[in-house]
């Protein structure tokens, strides 16, 4: 059974600084994504990563993957308060279908 | 070119009775996935449909949880006598073949 942790589960960070989100997965995927979430509403999709070495950037985000590590990454780049959300990894397994998600890392940026 | 839509956006039911969710997913797609969030948690797959069939229904639980995608008309994801436990914020996502899924703002079921 694939099983995906993210780490840290709560960050609270302030405006200006730089962090690091962990994903790992247990077995093999060719399809990572991150979603956020705010507060009562749906997810929202921000990166799609599909092969070793994959890194996309958008604004202060970037993603970044690492297949035979199992591992990716999402980098905050000088944090602001709009980022404040929940942030899901989420796995599809080589040639599944559906996701498997991280439990969340809920982002709190201070001013 | 409207996204998934899911209705109603809150449904509150009374323990035994039973609720209905609905999903049209976004135009072209005929893959439909259903997740469940408990509160403070990840979303926990369900259901994977395609029209009239159900291709995984691994995450469903075995009792009083039904799904369909009709060859007319949404998904439906039916809870059938429920229980306090079932209250949840429910998502629907489609998507064409492999391609990623897009995701509906989710239907959030209370229990009195």
């Known amino acids: 059974e694939l099983k995906v942790e993210q780490n840290p589960l709560f960050l609270s960070m302030q405006e200006g600084k730089n962090y690091t989100i962990y994903c790992n997965y247990s077995?093999?995927?060719?399809?990572l994504y991150w979603y956020r979430q705010d507060p009562g509403k749906s997810l929202e999709s921000l990166f799609v990563?599909?092969?070793?070495?994959a890194v996309k950037q958008e604004g202060r985000l970037m993603a970044s993957l690492d297949t035979k590590a199992r591992l990716s990454t999402l980098h905050i780049t000088a944090a602001v308060h709009d980022l404040s959300a929940t942030y899901f990894c989420?796995?599809?397994?080589?040639?599944?279908?559906?996701?498997?998600f991280g439990e969340g890392t809920q982002l709190t940026v201070n001013p | 070119n409207a996204g998934v839509m899911q209705n109603p956006r809150h449904l509150v039911r009374r323990r035994g009775q039973e609720a209905r969710l609905r999903c049209s997913p976004m135009k072209g797609h005929s893959h439909v996935y259903w997740y469940r969030q408990l509160p403070e948690e990840g979303l926990k797959f369900m259901v994977y449909l395609q029209k009239e069939n159900i291709i995984d229904e691994s995450g469903m639980p075995k009792e009083r949880f039904s799904a369909e995608f009709p060859k007319e008309g949404p998904s439906i994801l039916r809870i059938q006598q429920v229980v306090r436990g079932d209250s949840a914020a429910y998502f629907c996502a489609s998507s064409h073949s492999n391609q990623p899924q897009h995701f509906g703002d989710g239907t959030r079921l209370s229990i009195l």
């Open positions: 990563l599909l092969s070793n070495g």
């Open positions: 989420a796995v599809i397994e080589t040639s599944g279908s559906r996701l498997t």
């Open positions: 077995t093999t995927s060719d399809r």
